[in-house]
């Protein structure tokens, strides 16, 4: 629930900070939001703070700062913002005629398909081939199935599994499945 006193606030706020990015000496703050800016391929604040970034080295041999693989963690996105940009960008640019040097366009991976699947299937009969050699049959997903049956009918038969571990903010939902070094500690000495 927001205030609508707040909401204006916010607006006015928002319209004030967009017409500030116009100004020919607005600051460039690399961040998360950088994914969504057209400049973003070019951007010299972007493309430094991912090169400071990618210059940070961590090893499980070496000893390291916990901050700075923080830091490193949390510009993540920062660092995918811009090779998302410069893919994009050199892209652009060869298709206009100005391929970087070292490159090509080529077309990409051709995959195999049926011309008609209606006559494929025709001729395989006709050529005496099985149809349980050329069809396949599989269960629909929990997830499709519960969307088609309603919720509750195939719950006894379902179990989530999880395929692994994955790094998540502090801020996520789910719960911590490891505790860190300093939580382990606490353990022991209570
Ligand atoms: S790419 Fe550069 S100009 Fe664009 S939002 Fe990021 S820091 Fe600002």
Redesign the pocket.
């Known amino acids: 629930m927001i205030d609508a006193i707040d909401l204006l606030d916010f607006k006015t706020d928002l319209k004030d900070y967009a017409l500030a990015?116009e100004k020919p000496d607005a600051p460039?703050?690399?961040?998360s939001?950088?994914g969504?800016?057209p400049?973003?391929g070019t951007?010299p604040?972007?493309q430094n703070k991912a090169q400071a970034v990618a210059k940070m080295e961590f090893s499980p041999v070496l000893s390291y700062d916990p901050a700075k693989l923080k830091l490193a963690l949390d510009s993540r996105e920062v660092v995918k913002?811009w090779l998302k940009?410069v893919d994009e960008f050199a892209y652009a640019e060869a298709e206009a005629g100005r391929t970087p040097p070292g490159y090509k366009l080529v077309a990409k991976r051709a995959t195999r398909k049926w011309r008609n699947e209606g006559d494929a299937m025709t001729a395989l009969q006709g050529k005496g081939v099985a149809t349980s050699a050329f069809m396949e049959t599989a269960i629909k997903s929990p997830a499709q199935l519960e969307k088609l049956l309603g919720k509750g009918f195939i719950d006894e038969l379902v179990v989530a599994e999880s395929s692994g571990h994955t790094l998540a903010p502090e801020s996520d939902k789910r719960p911590s499945v490891k505790p860190n070094a300093k939580e382990e500690f606490s353990v022991v000495e209570g």
């Open positions: 990015t460039l703050v690399p961040g939001w950088c969504f800016c400049a973003a951007c604040s972007l913002a940009a």
